[in-house]
């Protein structure tokens, strides 16, 4: 009867996983010291070594990451200031809150701090103390059978080829087993390494599996009636629009005054500024404008051979005049250089 820490190894996945662990470094090893032998040059006992520590990598943090544990959150947990508990979850099986990213493994039986999911392979949940000893036991075992297949591979290419074979001809259950560690390999690669992405792409952004899943589930939560949406704390119908005043602020302060010192005819197809114009319009549908040479126009964007701004037109008796604004080419205007900052109108509604 298996105990403590073999009792979690003393289960179907765990012992498959050994298993498999086993064939594939036994096999390699021995395919390896009879094609490619370490002694005979310094690539091979490169690649031997290579396999040697991967291989030894993935038992040791395959091990670890059944003894370590997931870290299980202590029974009939509780927060340090009551009223946080507004904010969490109570488990009624371990009699306690939910800390913040725990979660109750029914495998387990226990709530599981930063819980990424149950392992079968590891009889274990995925957790705050393991994740990183699952991660390169992953990693590790991608690497090793990515070897391990090219020696296999290589070994029986030898032993199928014309020439005569360095080493003594295997029996046939030998090779049969050497195609059946091939095809272990390849499936350890495909399967884990999808797992081992899912793992680097949890560890990058932050976010478990579970937690994936209740941001999938927040997405077509529905948060209104149809009529009033609520928004969050520290907003409200006007954040908006004080954002974009803001913004209006910031465009002022960056804009430029240039003079007009060639036309500017508004033509979509300029062939007349050069290639550099003509080549290179900006992506918009925006207006191309009409300018004359003396005029001065306000440019708040600008790119390498066009620039985009609003004419500065004079108000006579306070009488409103359409803005004149869009892009023109670069080559029609020069910069005018001021001393004291300068104001122009614009309105709200840009």
């Known amino acids: 009867m298996c105990t403590g820490q073999l009792k979690k190894i003393c289960h179907l996945g765990p012992l498959v996983a050994l298993g498999m662990i086993k064939i594939i470094t036994m096999m390699t090893i021995h395919c390896s010291r009879q094609c490619w032998p370490p002694e005979e040059s310094f690539g091979a006992k490169v690649n031997f070594c290579l396999f040697f520590i991967l ?67 590891i009889n274990n949940c995925v957790g705050h103390h393991n994740h990183g ?30 020439k005569p074979i360095p080493f003594p001809s295997p029996p046939f259950f030998i090779l049969v087993l050497v195609i059946f560690t091939i095809g272990l390999s390849i499936g350890v690669i495909l399967t884990v390494g999808m797992l081992l992405f899912f793992q680097m792409k949890a560890i990058l952004t932050n976010k478990t599996e579970i937690e994936d899943w209740i941001v999938e589930k927040a997405y077509h939560r529905r948060f209104g009636d149809g009529i009033h949406w609520p928004v969050i704390d520290s907003c409200d119908q006007f954040t908006l629009t004080k954002e974009q005043l803001v913004q209006k602020v910031d465009k002022r302060k960056r804009a430029r005054k240039f003079r007009i010192i060639e036309p500017s005819y508004g033509s979509w197809v300029p062939i007349r500024y050069g290639c550099g114009v003509l080549c290179n319009p900006p992506y918009t549908d925006e207006t191309r404008i009409k300018l004359n040479v003396g005029d001065v126009v306000i440019v708040t964007r600008w790119r390498r051979y066009w620039l985009f701004g609003e004419k500065e037109q ?25 001393n004291s900052q300068y104001s122009f109108k614009s309105s709200k509604s840009d």
């Open 55 to 121: 291989s030894g990598c993935t038992l040791f943090h395959f091990i670890s990451a059944i003894s370590e544990g997931p870290g299980f959150l202590p029974l009939k947990w509780m927060p340090e200031k009551i009223t946080d508990t507004q904010f969490l979850q109570y488990c009624t099986i371990c009699q306690g809150y939910k800390a913040p990213r725990s979660h109750h493994c029914r495998k387990c039986n226990r709530c599981v701090l930063k819980m990424d999911h149950h392992c079968p392979w």
């Open 133 to 162: 000893h699952f991660t390169a036991f992953l990693a590790s075992a991608v690497g090793g059978c990515s070897i391990s297949i090219f020696i296999l591979f290589s070994w029986v290419v030898t032993l199928l080829s014309v």
């Open 314 to 338: 004079e108000i006579v008796n306070d009488v409103p005049v359409k803005r004149i604004r869009g892009w023109f080419p670069r080559p029609c205007a020069i910069e005018i250089i001021e």
